[in-house]
């Protein structure tokens, strides 16, 4: 009988032994394929990182030259002042690049910073709104709006700034709606507040085409939440038909030579876009803007050859940037541009996509939404597709406050995909890797 029970027990040890060394084996495996799946991630996280800031270097190499062309003939007159001031803005962009890179995005996400963005943001718009009309040189009348807080030489567009915080809050509220599991319309009263104090606020300030930037950021995360499809698709189609009898309206009963010049714009767009015919004041700069893109052709003028930046096209230094290079590049230099823009924006998505983190993932495509939706406004202005707004051409218009904005928010979708990096593989793991395991 002892004999009979030592062998049982020493069977037993010996299946424990095997049992043991095969969980081992088993832990081992899994561990081997996690390393091997992390290094392949971080090594696509790094492939992206490298096209992602190649194609913005590639961008700002553009937007300089074409900058010093379009503004050739300030240069002349005036000296280098104004481009050099435009070199000093994309500078202190790329700093803010380097640090909303190395800033870890959660710590926006923290409810007291939220907090304390939400109060700051609402406590700059109310200052710009109470200051409009009391103190004329710190925020004054800049072409019918008081968007601008004048400091010393320098005039900041708080509007501009915001849209960053406008995002981060946004995505703060839209990873609460995950976590609590609310939907449909509960999810629309939830965040409406926010963007109604931001409208409100740069609607008063005379910037109705900041304020509509804002909505489309706004819809473009909303599409994105988990909203029934039926509800966005109706509040979109209401949107459009309000849109749309409201520009009849307009066009069709308003008298042109009394009605404010924004519904004159109205008037005038929808004059265009019907009957190709553009008036010498409101259309003026609608009209240059398609001959410069009309004499471009294929080809384009060749550089520095443009015409349309010797006074005839007004601001082609910020919205009708797109219309000088688009001049002197031709179709060839736009495709070029947009697929930069296109690849850029490619890669957000990706990064949106792989995150995990509801409040990254929110993040990401905001910003996304934000660089995309500028980028089509602003092209669809300059070739007569929407109403002149005074929308920038992301990096390539100049004006410090949007270069800052744009920068910042990049170097954000950089910390979101790095942040993903679970760190190096050991020696032995990456041998491993070699040798096919």
């Not at 710590?107 to 103190?135: E, Q």
């Not at 939830?190 to 409100?200: M, N």
């Not at 052709?297 to 601001?315: F, R």
């Amino acid at each position: 009988m002892a004999t009979n029970e030592n062998i049982n027990n020493d069977i037993n040890e010996k299946i424990k032994t095997e049992v043991k060394e095969e969980k081992n084996l088993y832990y081992k495996i899994n561990r081997i394929n996690k390393d091997k799946l992390n290094y392949e991630n971080n090594k696509r996280r790094k492939r992206r990182n490298l096209t992602f800031i190649v194609c913005i270097m590639l961008l700002i190499i553009l937007a300089v030259v074409n900058m010093f062309s379009a503004n050739f003939y300030m240069i002349y007159s005036k000296g280098l002042k104004y481009f050099k001031s435009y070199l000093v803005y994309i500078g202190i962009s790329l700093g803010c690049f380097v640090v909303g890179g190395f800033v870890n995005y959660k710590i926006y996400n923290r409810k007291r910073i939220c907090s304390l963005i939400a109060l700051i943001s609402i406590a700059i718009l109310a200052f710009v709104w109470i200051a409009a009309g009391t103190l004329p040189k710190v925020v004054p009348n800049i072409k019918g709006a008081y968007g601008w807080i004048k400091i010393g030489t320098f005039t900041l567009q708080p509007a501009e700034f915001l849209k960053l915080p406008f995002i981060i809050l946004l995505a703060h509220l839209f990873e609460r709606v995950e976590k609590e599991k609310y939907r449909n319309i509960k999810v629309i009263l939830y965040v409406i507040l926010i963007p109604l104090i931001f409208g409100i606020f740069i609607c008063a300030q005379g910037d109705l085409g900041t304020t509509l930037h804002y909505m489309a950021i706004l819809l473009f995360m909303l599409f994105l939440a988990q909203i029934d499809m039926k509800i966005i698709i109706g509040v979109t189609t209401i949107g459009f038909i309000g849109a749309g009898a409201a520009f009849y309206w307009i066009y069709n009963f308003m008298d042109m030579t009394t009605a404010h010049f924004r519904y004159r714009r109205i008037i005038s767009f929808i004059t265009g876009l019907l009957t190709n015919e553009y008036d010498n004041a409101i259309g003026y700069q609608v009209w240059q803007s398609l001959i410069a893109f009309g004499s471009g052709g294929v080809i384009g003028k060749g550089y520095a050859n443009g015409v349309q930046k010797y006074k005839y096209l007004p601001e082609v230094s910020t919205d009708f940037i797109l219309a000088s290079y688009g001049e002197e590049l031709g179709l060839i230099g736009m495709v070029i541009l947009m697929a930069l823009l296109l690849t850029i924006f490619n890669l957000i998505t990706k990064v949106a996509i792989e995150e995990k983190d509801y409040f990254g993932k929110y993040l990401v495509m905001g910003i996304g939404g934000y660089i995309i939706t500028q980028v089509l406004i602003n092209i669809y202005v300059a070739l007569g597709m929407l109403p002149v707004f005074g929308i920038p051409m992301p990096i390539f218009s100049y004006g410090g406050s949007s270069l800052v904005t744009i920068f910042t928010s990049l170097g954000i979708i950089l910390n979101v995909n790095n942040n993903k990096n679970i760190g190096n593989l050991t020696s032995k793991y990456k041998i491993l890797r070699y040798l096919g395991y």
